[in-house]
């Protein structure tokens, strides 16, 4: 559902991704790994149509993110990092107003709030102001607005970031329940997270993508834990 290839991104001097290929299937999910400023949320922005690319390009869906970005805008559900929102609007304004921008009307519309409310738990702030809220409920409705137009595929960037236990633990048991039918590729810091959902694991630093496997995989490889493996990985790039 996912084809990369050969992407590569620079901002004036420095080289955000280079040259990175991989493929995503339906029912992976895919957690991208990799230090600050390695390379990730770059990467994740150019697949979801945020950034171009520089040269290479990817497929989602069979819809390439340079000839055809409307297509892979409507397939594919993204949380950003910093996930943008209008302040001034309350959270079910926002939500029937990205309703309103991916031409949700009617029936459907009513279907897809009275899905996406009570799966990512915010009824009970449905009527506050955005400003209003904490981390953690803004979190919560940006995972809303990705899910609204039921994507094939999800491209999360820190989606339990701001979240207390009880809340990730929810989150986690909602992607693991979704991934059976679509594609899903996570950034997150938190390497617990990975071995508990992830299907599959790529480390990136400094743009390059250092490891393809699976946490488990990785786990026996070097006989230590997935934190362990990953200090390792990206500690001897640095060093060479």
């Known amino acids: 559902m996912i084809d990369v290839q050969h992407l590569r991104r620079s901002f004036g001097p420095v080289v955000a991704v280079d040259d990175i290929s991989f493929q995503v299937q339906k029912g992976d999910v895919l957690g991208f790994l990799g230090p600050n400023g390695a390379g990730k949320s770059t990467a994740m922005k ?45 959270v079910g304004g926002f939500l029937q107003f990205v309703c309103d921008v991916r031409r949700i009307h009617g029936a459907a519309r009513k279907k897809a709030m009275d899905r996406v409310v009570p799966l990512c738990s915010i009824e009970s702030v449905y009527h506050q102001t955005m400003e209003t809220l904490s981390k953690g409920y803004r979190r919560r409705v940006g995972l809303a ?18 979240l207390d236990p009880n809340q990730k633990h929810e989150v986690r048991k909602l992607i693991t329940a979704m991934a ?5 590729i996570i950034s ?14 790529i480390i990136i630093a400094r743009g390059k ?15 230590c834990s997935l934190d362990e493996v990953f200090r390792k990985i990206t500690s001897t790039r640095k060093s060479a």
Do not use: W
Not at 191 to 200: A, G, P, Q, Y
């Open 46 to 90: 150019m697949l979801a149509c945020f950034l171009v690319p520089d040269s290479g390009t990817a497929t989602l869906c069979g819809h390439d993110i340079l000839k055809d970005p409307v297509g892979v805008r409507r397939s594919v559900g993204y949380l950003a990092e910093n996930a943008p929102a209008y302040n001034e609007m309350t």
């Open 145 to 162: 607005q990705a899910l609204i137009h039921d994507p094939q595929v999800l491209i999360l960037d820190e989606p339990t970031d701001g």
């Open 180 to 184: 059976e039918e679509k594609c899903i």
């Open 188 to 201: 997150t810091h938190i390497l617990e997270e990975v071995e508990l959902i992830c299907s599959r694991t």
């Open 209 to 223: 993508i250092l490891v393809d496997s699976t946490p488990q995989e990785l786990m026996q490889k070097h006989k």
